[in-house]
């Protein structure tokens, strides 16, 4: 199959609460089940099969460096923009819904454990223990 078109994502992380949130930098990455994961659903249900499992695996942090941690204001948006081939994340054309989810990479725990002197410990970070957020669906149908 010659899929020789690109999906453009402008994937962004909008604070709609009230107080300020701190996102891991390396978190705005494309994976599977952590940080940004881009989903393609079938209408059968199923998952998109490609040749390409989006995998980026983030560092550990240094405890020493605060700047690897984004603080995000009420109202401000912190985001990634990005080119993914389609022939990488879906294996025949069709119709499908796109979405998009994010969840951290880090516990509360392993933060503690790890870095309980470091400032950014007593701040309130996007750990993994938070429920995922997620972007509306997207219609997309990818024709030959």
């Not at 923009?81 to 392993?110: A, C, H, M």
Request: glycine share 8%.
């Amino acid at each position: 199959m010659g899929l020789r078109i690109s999906l453009h994502l402008d994937a962004q992380l909008v604070n709609t609460g009230e107080g300020d949130v701190y996102i891991y930098t390396w978190d705005l990455c494309w994976n599977a089940f952590r940080g940004f994961s881009l989903h393609l659903i079938a209408p059968d249900g199923s998952s998109a099969q490609g040749k390409v499992l989006l995998d980026c695996v983030p560092p550990p942090p240094d405890p020493r460096d605060v700047y690897q941690f984004v603080r995000l204001e009420p109202g401000r948006l912190y985001g990634l923009i990005d080119t993914i081939k389609l022939r990488d994340v879906v294996s025949k054309p069709g119709n499908y819904r796109l979405q998009v989810t994010f969840s951290g990479s880090l516990s509360r725990e392993w933060i503690h454990e790890s870095m309980p002197t470091a400032p950014i410990a007593a701040l309130p970070l996007w750990t993994m223990g938070r429920p995922p957020v997620k972007s509306n669906e997207i219609d997309l149908t990818i024709t030959p």
